[in-house]
């Protein structure tokens, strides 16, 4: 490729508006361009990268017997009706009509598409089996943002297993999460497998993959002595244990005058967070729902999702909560609310000699005894975990840490077999459901993760394996016939070893042809220049180290090819 002829359309300064160093970086070096908000055109040199990204990832499932397939993009909404997922997917799924007033999906994912292949299956002698597939998903985020980290149209590589029973699910499962820790080391990217909910796929055993970055819009949990990590969303800790005075015989209501928040109260009457009962109220399903918390504990809303398989979720209005309770937040509370379900945080058990809202603006309940006085019909873990709290399983600190999901994995077991009727018959000529995991990479979240942990002040680094090019030759003075020929008989022989290579053969000042090679982030950098020439050497820059050496002319191709062989293997 010769760069007088290619589209790579670099910019001076950096765009307005690109929050992550990622979606800085991919449109000032020419990566992309932005369509709507949420959808991106990939342009030549980001085509050369995600191309390099699916092919680890091709290889990888293929190494573990995986085939591929390509399914459509568009569903008919019989099939997400079968399996339940039609009202479960919401807004993000894009719903459309054809000319006869069929109605349609995007494929936001395909368990269901991939379970009516398997219907063909017939017989436990077929199994075990591996599907994967690169295809376009759809999902109507409602705040995409930074660039290719959170978008609306994307390539997904999701793979499924069919197996006859557990056993054979737990062998599908442990194939895949090898295959994918193999993957993101080649790719460069830093991943953690941690423990997160299953969310709208269902399922168990649901592991993300997540690459910690500043750009990243979910909060993981690790431990700092053990591998416990997890999601925000899944994780938990052991909090210290709380020792109560005994309480009074029933709650007694005080004056809180101006109190409107868990501060507050601290604030104008000494109550500590520790002793309050936070008291929420949410609409689950259109069922007004009472969630209680420890004041000085945050509400992790996909675990009150989980917790109750609610559809659809959203805190109560004001005027719902006035309507049923009597008062607004700040006075909430649940003692003596029979009509309504009311679900608590584990912290809360046993808890006596509480505060919390009497229902009535401006008043509240001392010395609660949550059991005694409220006797919630639900228990369960609600709360955020928090920095430097215990490790459930070892009682270390944990860490807490932004990052990005790159992958995510999960065994599905019968959960899409059943009701789209995929079985075979076992051994003992028996009809079972077949047994299903399934698997996800974002293919452009991948590239982005890349260029959010691979990159300096001057410009993206990729990987060797990744970069668009792995050399570009640099003509450093395109007017002199001797820089024009050595340049170009080394880019051929760079081709002729098998090296990707680019010659930059504008014509324009070296300064800018220096700035667009650091900025794209090819690997190496070889100059050809008069000064050089006159020592009968060229200039070679690694651009990860920003190490230079002057290489003699004869040697420079197959010293440099070398490198990247040894560089490309590892």
């Not at 054979?168 to 994918?180: I, K």
């Not at 591998?227 to 005075?245: F, Q």
């Not at 229902?359 to 019909?377: F, T, Y």
């Amino acid at each position: 490729m010769r760069w007088s002829q290619m589209y790579a359309p670099t910019l001076r300064e950096d765009p307005a508006g690109a929050d992550a160093a990622s979606h800085r970086l991919l449109l000032r070096a020419g990566f992309m361009r932005q369509l709507m908000a949420g959808h991106y055109s990939l342009l030549p040199l980001a085509v050369r990268v995600r191309s390099k990204i699916m092919n680890i990832i091709r290889e990888e499932m293929d190494g573990i017997g995986a085939q591929e397939f390509l399914l459509p993009t568009m569903h008919p909404a019989e099939i997400w009706h079968r399996s339940g997922r039609w009202d479960v997917m919401g807004q993000e799924m894009f719903r459309l009509e054809d000319r006869k007033g069929a109605s349609i999906a995007l494929g936001v994912t395909h368990e269901e598409i991939f379970t009516t292949i398997a219907q063909e299956l017939n017989s436990y002698r077929q199994l075990p089996q591996m599907w994967y597939q690169f295809q376009t998903k759809f999902r109507d985020e409602p705040r995409p943002k930074s660039g290719l980290i959170r978008v609306r149209e994307f390539t997904m590589k999701d793979s499924y297993s069919f197996d006859l029973d557990e056993a054979g699910l737990d062998r599908s499962y442990q194939l895949h999460r090898n295959a994918y820790l193999r993957i993101f080391a080649r790719l460069g990217i830093p991943a953690i497998p941690v423990h997160a909910s299953n969310g709208t796929m269902g399922g168990s055993d649901s592991v993300e993959f997540m690459c910690p970055s500043p750009a990243g819009e979910d909060d993981v949990v690790t431990c700092t002595s053990c591998e416990y990590a997890a999601n925000i969303e899944k994780a938990e800790s052991a909090l210290p244990a709380v020792t109560d005075e005994d309480g009074a015989a029933q709650p007694t209501a005080f004056d809180t005058p101006g109190v409107r928040t868990i501060e507050d109260l601290h604030e104008k009457f000494g109550v500590s967070g520790e002793r309050q009962v936070k008291t929420l109220v949410y609409m689950l399903d259109e069922q007004l729902t009472v969630v209680l918390l420890r004041g000085d504990h945050s509400l992790v809303e996909q675990k009150l999702t989980d917790a109750t398989g609610a559809v659809s979720i959203r805190p109560a209005h004001p005027e719902e909560i006035r309507e049923a309770l009597g008062a607004l937040p700040g006075s909430l509370g649940a003692v003596g609310i029979t009509d309504l379900p009311v679900i608590a945080d584990l912290s809360l058990r046993g808890r006596r000699a509480m505060v919390t809202g009497a229902n009535k603006d401006g008043v509240h309940l001392e010395g609660v005894d949550v059991e005694r006085d409220i006797a919630p019909q639900r228990w369960t873990d609600l709360r955020a975990v928090t920095a430097g709290e215990a490790c459930p399983q070892c009682g270390s600190g944990l860490a807490l840490h932004r990052a990005v999901e790159v992958g995510h994995i999960f065994k599905l077991g019968h959960k899409y077999s059943k009701p789209l009727d995929a079985y075979v018959l076992d051994p003992e000529g028996r009809r079972v459901p077949v047994t299903m995991a399934s698997f996800g990479i974002g293919v452009e979240r991948a590239l982005a993760c890349v260029a959010e942990t691979h990159h300096d002040e001057n410009g993206l680094t990729w990987p060797v394996n990744l970069a668009p090019f792995e050399a570009t030759v640099i003509v450093a003075q395109p007017k002199d016939e001797e820089c024009v020929r050595v340049g170009e008989e080394l880019y051929q022989s760079l081709r002729r070893s098998g090296v990707d290579a680019v010659i930059d053969d504008r014509d324009e000042r070296p300064g800018s042809k220096f700035r667009d090679a650091e900025l794209t982030g090819i690997p190496y950098r070889l100059v050809v220049g008069t000064r050089g020439l006159a020592q009968g050497t060229v200039e070679v820059t690694i651009r990860a180290t920003g190490e230079t050496v002057h290489v003699p002319v004869a040697e420079v191709a197959a010293q440099v090819s070398e490198q990247i062989r040894a560089a490309v293997a590892v």
